[in-house]
T-cell receptor
Framework: KNEVEQSPQNLTAQEGEFITINCSYS?????LHWLQQHPGGGIVSLFM???GKKKHGRLIATINIQEKHSSLHITASHPRDSAVYIC??????????FGTGTRLKVLA | DGGITQSPKYLFRKEGQNVTLSCEQN?????MYWYRQDPGQGLRLIYY???????QKGDIAEGYSVSREKKESFPLTVTSAQKNPTAFYLC??????????????FGPGTRLLVL
């Protein structure tokens, strides 16, 4: 079993839909990151969370430390949101531990 | 413009050949990392460096080598000992030298293919 699990693996949505991507982890963490990988392969950091909730534009990330679970929400989804979303955790060392990613496709 | 650059975008390797992937950053970050990405798997750490002239093996270092002679540069060599090198390689850098809440900044990646 992977230390970081994401669901779903693949997700197709219609433009405008509310989207939720989930991440569960089994290790103690100091921080959790949500990353976005574009079709060309480049990765950008969306959020770093250690507690609570963060919002940036149409993106919202939440974390529940007790339940070892985080969610990434996208409101009013748009085709340009199509990407792979990756959850990664810091478990108190230099390392990120990565999930396998959720591939999102938003249809116009 | 500050950022991380990787070159080339695509690289082809012949059997028995060593190839070197370039990674340069102008973010003044101390820490640099190399990851490998395979379909259906999370990124895996190959090597990392927290300071110039020092580097450590990650989870899958066999068949790879690195150097860190300059703060800005962290090249990765894929040697002939790496029997399955076809993958997407990502370089990253971080500000706090591996601290437990460090944000890593990623380059655009190099796709390595074996001929």
């Amino acid at each position: 079993k992977n230390e970081v699990e994401q669901s779903p693996q693949n997700l197709t949505a219609q433009e405008g839909e509310f989207i939720t991507i989930n991440c569960s982890y089994s290790v103690g963490i100091s921080a959790l990151h949500w990353l976005q990988q574009h079709p060309g392969g480049g990765i950008v950091s969306l959020f770093m969370l250690s507690s609570g909730k963060k919002k940036h534009g149409r993106l919202i990330a939440t974390i529940n430390i007790q339940e070892k679970h985080s969610s990434l929400h996208i409101t009013a989804s748009h085709p340009r949101d199509s990407a792979v979303y990756i959850c990664a955790v810091h478990s108190g060392t230099y390392k990120y531990i990565f999930g396998t990613g959720t591939r999102l496709k938003v249809l116009a | 413009d500050g950022g991380i650059t990787q070159s080339p975008k695509y690289l082809f390797r012949k059997e028995g050949q060593n190839v070197t992937l370039s990674c340069e950053q102008n973010l003044n970050h101390d820490a640099m990392y190399w990851y490998r990405q395979d379909p259906g798997q999370g990124l895996r750490l190959i090597y990392y460096s927290q300071i110039v002239n020092d580097f450590q093996k990650g989870d899958i270092a066999e068949g790879y080598s690195v150097s860190r002679e300059k703060k800005e540069s962290f090249p990765l060599t894929v040697t002939s000992a790496q029997k399955n090198p076809t993958a997407f390689y990502l370089c990253a850098s971080g500000l706090s030298g591996g601290g437990n809440q460090e944000t890593q900044y990623f380059g655009p990646g190099t796709r390595l293919l074996v001929l």
